[in-house]
């Protein structure tokens, strides 16, 4: 042991292990194994367990069963159970319990703290300082929802019983993230810890029964994925939430298609750390400890595409191979160490293969000059230098501590190589200009944008990803619309099969009839297109008489209208006001024309009151101009000198598939919240209506409305709805179809995990306007971008 003289004279850091005696006693009589948390009790360990291995140190530290189908269905119905009681407590009565788990948290936060980092190899600087601390803001906060939710999100209500799926890199964090806004907002749970982490959601539930929540109210289940897909496939789970990698998201994304079931993902990521040359660099480099050597670069928001402007690219990395030089890589109960353990030796042989992948397609790995312990799995931090956005490693989540780096000349550059990833989940952003670093933070895809800083959390500030960082969003407003329904969504009666099933024939250009008094086409780009593959369909009145021809469109029209959507790039650019005047003078012009819509309409049959409808339909129109420039987002109170602002972003490209009732109320029901908030979309007309379609069109042409802004198919509702919901370039995608067509387009939106929002085939009554028109509409026509701002010297 050297003595505090020579420490003077070396300057070189003392061992200072923090204790983990307390929490050793309470493994060590826990030794037989913990049981799953069903009911308010513990149940038998069993037999068939899984061990829990400390990766630092590679001891086994504790055993948890593997949760059977079996258990989860015990966990399920004690969920549903519960979920009457605890969803009629008041907002009040539930904030306590929320306020007592925060509170009994704090007074453990060393306990916890401790068990984490032995759990998961974290450093107990980080477990300390930041995720136990996070873990009690975030019940506090929620809390406060628990309060407040029937004065904040009046008409909504409980999803119901939530299965949560949790992975290893936060592990009570996440906990804390899931359970957090399902109680406040009245449900239900069955969460799944990881099996590589499931220590801390055990002490947790013994804090439950401490604090005398009800039973049932939260049920933990261990297991491995088996165990998780068995939660998400439960057919009494209302809504599933899972963090976790983007291909088993994929997964659940499919095995719960057309269930109905709500659905949020927070998925991987590949996050751009971009640096201008007009940052302060040296702030910078401390950025990227705090990016991608924070967590072991188990984050999924982690900064692993380092982007640096080429006037000062050298210079940055010779600062940041230099400060690699004093990270510290060892005991994560030492609180001396910068970066502990990755969470197994099967992550750690996942990094390294990634690492030989880099270096075998040309990168160089710098890599910081440590020497790691002997046991445990330990990854020595680095970066890449030579990467291309086409390596692997710029591709993959490498899911360590090594990012790579590449560089820039302009911030248009820049952009596009942020962008560069099938990825959206988070950036980072560095520059002294606010002017270039706000444009920048605005022009990146993704949900979360630090600017001068990393890795920021708070409970009121909301997180999730775009593309195929998944959807949905968790933490404030946002997280909490997450776990609220409204009853618009489960209302209605089946809808019936459309009228009329689209009989091919040639595409005439002209009425082959003499009752026939229309033939309408497509529109596509703002110019009417006669349907690629020549065909239209005779579509039938009210009589029972043909009444006009439709174009049939097929895979290519959709490709065309998606190509053309995704070039009118301007309309998301113009502000609100701009797109509110277009949308009152659509009215305008369809107010000009109300008796010809009512007429068309009534000789269609789809309209047992046609004036009625083409009336509302001017009054949404006027109701979504109205929001145009009102749906705003906000600045939220997260840490102190920090503005943290949440924008509504539109998607980009959406996609519409309209029913066959209230054929025009319902088509621009759905239309016009997209558009009044920045989108272009490609809309299906009713199948057995679509000559209003071609009506609407001719009032586009006449309304301002960008060419490529809102182009209309006609055809089979179906088909065209699955070549949508393949489609790379359309984010998102509405459907009012059958409860099988649903099915079909969750199944299908897998590809790209578009966001969806579907009717199940339930009839909506579209006049009125709880389930015709309202803030819902505009809230799943857009994203929440959060953009962290610091402040002050
Ligand atoms: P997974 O996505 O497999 O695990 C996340 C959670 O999902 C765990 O609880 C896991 O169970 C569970 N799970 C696995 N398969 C299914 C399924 N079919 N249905 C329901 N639940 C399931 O991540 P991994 O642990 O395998 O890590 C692999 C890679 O994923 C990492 O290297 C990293 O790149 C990425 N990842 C990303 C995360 C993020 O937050 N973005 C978090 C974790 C990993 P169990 O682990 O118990 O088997």
Same mark, same amino acid.
């Given at each position: ?71 989860? /269905? ?7 159970? $519960? ?45 300390? /300082? ?5 873990? $009690?803001?975030?019940?506090? #906060? ?39 806004? $399902? ?34 109210? +939260? ?62 660099? &040296? ?160 022009? +990146? ?83 009417? $297109?006669?349907? &690629? ?43 609100? #006001? ?125 309304? &301002? ?53 579907? /009717?199940?085939?339930?009839?909506? &009554? ?28």
């Amino acid at each position: 042991m050297p003595s505090i003289k020579d420490i003077m004279q070396t300057m070189e850091y003392g061992p200072a292990p923090e204790s983990n005696s307390e929490v050793r006693a309470w493994l060590d009589q826990r030794a037989a194994g913990l049981g799953h948390f069903i009911n308010g009790k513990f149940t038998a360990p069993g037999d068939d367990l899984i061990e829990v291995v400390n990766p630092a140190t590679e001891e086994v530290m504790g055993r948890v069963p593997k949760g059977s189908t079996a258990d989860v /269905d015990a966990a399920v119905r004690a969920a549903r159970a $519960a979920l009457p009681k605890w969803a009629a407590l008041s907002g009040f009565e539930r904030a306590r319990y929320l306020y007592a788990i925060a509170r009994h948290i704090q007074k453990r936060e060393r306990f916890f703290a401790v068990l984490e980092t032995m759990d998961n190899g974290k450093t107990i600087r980080e477990t300390r /300082d930041i995720d136990i601390p996070l873990v $009690a803001r975030h019940f506090y #906060h929620h809390a406060g929802w628990a309060e407040l939710v029937d004065d904040e999100f009046p008409d909504h209500m409980p999803v119901g019983v939530c299965g949560q799926i949790i992975p290893w890199n936060f592990p009570l964090l996440m906990l804390a993230w899931k359970v957090a806004p $399902a109680l406040a907002a009245g449900n239900t749970v069955v969460l799944k810890p990881a099996d590589l982490t499931p220590m801390t959601a055990c002490a947790f539930a013994e804090l439950l029964m401490e604090i005398g929540l009800p039973a049932g109210v +939260v049920n933990i289940v261990h297991g491995d994925g088996e165990t998780g897909a068995a939660i998400a496939g439960h057919a009494d789970i209302d809504k599933v939430a899972f963090t976790g990698s983007t291909d088993v998201g994929r997964v659940i994304r499919r095995q719960i298609a057309g269930s109905g079931k709500k659905l949020s993902l927070e998925l991987g990521g590949k996050s751009p750390f971009i640096v201008l040359e007009d940052a302060d660099l &040296d702030g910078a480099v401390e950025g990227v400890v705090d990016a991608i050597w924070f967590n072991q670069g188990e984050v999924c928001c982690a900064g692993s595409r380092i982007l640096v402007q080429e006037g000062v690219a050298r210079r940055f990395f010779e600062k940041l191979a230099q400060r690699m030089k004093t990270l510290r890589v060892g005991d994560p109960l030492d609180k001396t160490m910068d970066i502990g353990a990755v969470v197994s030796k099967k992550q750690l042989s996942r990094i390294k293969a990634l690492l030989e992948t880099g270096k075998a397609e040309g990168a160089t790995l710098n890599v910081a000059p440590v020497e790691l312990p002997k046991r445990g799995a330990f990854c020595a931090p680095g970066f890449f230098t030579g990467t291309a956005s086409s390596h692997t490693v710029s591709q993959v989540e490498i899911f360590g501590p090594v990012a790579t780096t590449q560089t820039f000349r302009t911030l248009g550059e820049a952009v596009t190589l942020a962008n560069d990833t099938r990825y959206g989940l988070a950036a980072s952003v560095w520059s002294e200009n606010v002017n270039r670093a706000i444009e920048l933070a605005a022009r +990146v895809k993704a949900g979360v944008v630090w600017i001068n800083g990393t890795n920021m959390f708070d409970a009121a500030a909301p997180f999730g990803g775009y593309r195929e960082s998944g959807f949905g969003r968790e933490g404030g407003r946002s997280g909490m619309l997450e776990y609220l329904a409204l009853p618009a969504d489960r209302k209605g009666k089946p809808r019936p099969a459309p009228a009329l099933v689209p009989q091919v024939q040639p595409f005439t250009g002209k009425a082959d009839l003499p009752e026939i008094d229309i033939t309408a086409k497509l529109y596509i780009g703002g110019k009417q $297109a006669r349907p &690629d593959g020549g065909q239209s369909y005779t579509v039938i009145g009210k009589s029972g008489q043909a009444i006009g021809q439709a174009g049939l469109a097929n895979r290519k029209d959709v490709r065309n209208a998606v190509e053309a959507a995704g070039k009118a790039t301007g309309w998301g650019g113009v502000t609100g #006001h701009n797109r509110a005047q277009v949308l009152y003078y659509l009215a305008e012009n369809l107010s000009q024309r109300r008796a010809e819509f009512a007429a068309a309409l009534a000789a269609s049959g789809a309209s047992p009151k046609a004036e009625e409808e083409v009336e509302l339909t001017i009054r949404r129109a006027f109701w979504y101009a109205a929001q145009a420039d009102k749906f705003d987002g906000a600045v939220t109170a997260t840490k102190s000198r920090h503005v943290t602002m949440t924008v509504n972003e539109p998607f980009g490209t959406m996609g519409i598939v309209a029913p066959d009732e209230a054929p025009l109320l319902s088509l621009l029901s759905l239309i016009l919240p997209a558009i009044a908030l920045g989108n272009r979309v490609v809309a299906v007309a009713s199948q057995s209506h679509p000559l209003i379609a071609a009506r609407l069109y001719q009032v586009l042409e006449t309304s &301002d409305i960008p060419g490529g802004v809102v182009n209309l198919l006609t055809g089979e509702r179906d088909v065209l709805a699955r070549t949508l919901a393949e489609h790379d370039d359309v984010a998102a995608l509405w459907y009012c179809g059958s409860e099988e067509g649903a099915a079909m387009v969750e199944a299908a939106s897998a590809g790209n995990l578009k966001s969806t929002w579907s /009717d199940y085939g339930k009839l909506r &009554d579209w006049r009125d306007p709880k389930q015709g028109q309202g803030r819902e509409f505009l809230r799943r026509a857009c994203q929440v971008k959060t953009i962290w701002l610091p402040y002050g010297e």
